[in-house]
């Protein structure tokens, strides 16, 4: 996976903004590109396919460096789905829920095939009930990604397809900076206005894609 730096968008943003610090304008472009990914699930990513461990209810994503998950398409296991809930839901209804288990026993005890899917945070997450050792669970996952703050660029073909969204996101924000040699008001509210149009525009191709059937997602809320 071929990754663009934020930085190269800053020769588009700078004339706009004369005088504006370079580490600004790159603060602002990371900015606008972790809302835009989160706006319109742009950036989707297919993780491998992999087997659950028996008594190991938690793993971490496997996704690329400095990227958060933001929004489940879909869980399947063994090509069922899984239904995703938030940690409360999911101790709502397993309230008997434990934690990591090794031993043949206790897995033969309070393990079962899962049957719930809750993400703890954007690199982790858990199944419940923890897998027993009855048979192989496989795991695939479709999900909506974002840059993590730490990120200094992203996925290069995402970023291309949405240059001109971040470019508007970053420029509303930049030029509505009190006390600046570059604030303008006016034009900011121009960039805002083109940022929610081409927000809702990439929203509807993303979600009407080459079949044109709608796609259902969960975004996660967090304990």
């Known amino acids: 996976m071929a990754t663009r730096d934020f930085k190269s968008l800053i020769t588009r943003i700078n004339p706009s903004v004369p005088g504006c610090p ?3 304008m790159f603060q602002y472009i ?3 590109a972790i809302r835009s990914c989160e706006r319109t699930l742009a950036w989707r990513y297919e993780e491998s396919k992999f087997n659950l461990i028996p008594g ?3 793993y971490s994503y496997r996704k690329p460096f400095f990227t958060d998950v933001h929004a489940l398409f879909t869980v399947l296991l063994n ?6 809930l ?4 999911a101790l709502d209804r397993y309230p008997k829920w434990v934690d ?14 899962p049957r719930l899917f809750t993400q703890l945070n954007p690199s982790e997450y858990i199944v419940i009930p923890l897998p027993d050792a009855s048979k192989t669970y496989t795991i695939r996952m479709i999900y909506a990604l974002k840059p993590a703050r730490g990120a ?5 073909v995402v970023f291309d397809d949405l240059e001109e969204v971040i470019m508007h996101g970053a ?5 509505a900076l009190p006390n600046t040699n570059w604030s303008d008001r006016e034009l900011a509210g121009y960039h805002a206005k083109q940022y929610v149009a081409q927000i809702s525009e990439r929203r509807a191709r993303a979600n009407l894609g080459n079949a044109r059937s709608s796609v259902s997602v969960r975004i996660p809320r967090f304990a």
């Open 22 to 24: 370079q580490e600004t």
């Open 30 to 32: 990371r900015d606008s």
């Open 56 to 58: 190991v209810p938690k």
């Open 79 to 84: 090509d069922s789905p899984l239904d995703l």
């Open 86 to 89: 938030t940690l409360e839901e």
């Open 100 to 113: 990591t288990y090794t031993t043949p026993d206790d897995i033969a005890e309070y393990g079962s095939e």
């Open 152 to 156: 200094t660029g992203m996925d290069q």
């Open 171 to 175: 420029l509303q924000h930049l030029l």
